[in-house]
């Protein structure tokens, strides 16, 4: 299994642009979560998906931030407009429903740079 | 306000020492316990997990210990090794199946050779 895979491993964007970040979770993981990492906060969720379907999204810090699951294979978080303070490493997760207590798999992540 | 505490940000240790990783949490609704351990420019991975039914778990070098009263968890890593500097993240999650994942803010060991 190729593990959960995220794209682009690294993103410099202007302040102002759009971004989108991809994620591809392991197959059979029903279970789809979005974190980011910054030094002031750890890692921190942004929104969970249960079959696709958005379960919460309390975590996502502003209306600029929003997420999509298309299907079981893929998601994307998408910002728009960026800015400065979005700068963080993006990690995706996954795992199978009922299986958070033996850990979620992660990708590798995505850092964003927001200039 | 953080639910999951992990107040020292950063630890060194002597190779061959213990390691003693802290962490405290504020939901007394948390029913599983979780440390994951993150290389840089890789993601967290899991290392060991406790239920709150245990005070104790051990899988070789790592062991999580859980007091529930005080709502305090620490990991101990004996011996310490050069490759266990990572930051380790603390992580709580309740009982149902849909409950997520709250990580603390981590901590950051560096095992000196």
């Known amino acids: 299994d190729a593990g959960v895979i995220q794209s682009p491993r690294h993103e410099v964007t202007e302040m102002g642009q759009e971004v989108t970040l991809r994620c591809k979770p392991i197959?059979?993981?029903?279970?789809l979560f979005w974190y980011r990492q910054t030094m002031m906060r750890g890692l921190e969720l942004l929104i969970y998906f249960n079959n696709n379907v958005p379960i919460d999204d309390s975590g996502m810090p502003e209306d600029r931030f929003s997420a999509k699951m298309p299907n079981a294979s893929f998601s994307t978080l998408k910002i728009q407009p960026s800015e400065p303070r979005d700068s963080a490493v993006y990690f995706c997760?996954?795992?199978?429903?009922?299986?958070?207590?033996?850990?979620?798999?992660f990708g590798s992540g995505t850092r964003l740079t927001v200039v | 306000d953080q639910q999951v505490k992990q107040n020292s940000p950063s630890l060194s240790v002597q190779e061959g020492r213990i390691s003693i990783l802290n962490c405290d949490y504020t939901?007394?609704?948390?029913?599983?316990f979780l440390w994951y351990k993150k290389y840089p420019a890789e993601g967290p991975t899991f290392l060991i997990s406790?239920?709150?039914?245990?005070d104790k778990n051990e899988d070789g070098r790592f062991t999580v210990f859980l007091n529930k009263s005080a709502k305090h968890l620490s990991l101990h890593i004996v011996p310490s090794q050069p490759g266990d500097s990572a930051v380790y993240f603390c992580a709580a999650l309740g009982e149902t199946s849909y409950d997520k994942v709250i990580f603390g803010p981590g901590t950051s060991l560096s095992v000196i050779p």
């Open positions: 406790i239920s709150s039914i245990k």
């Open positions: 197959s059979g993981h029903n279970s």
């Open positions: 997760a996954s795992s199978r429903t009922g299986e958070q207590l033996f850990g979620y798999t």
């Open positions: 939901n007394s609704m948390f029913d599983y």
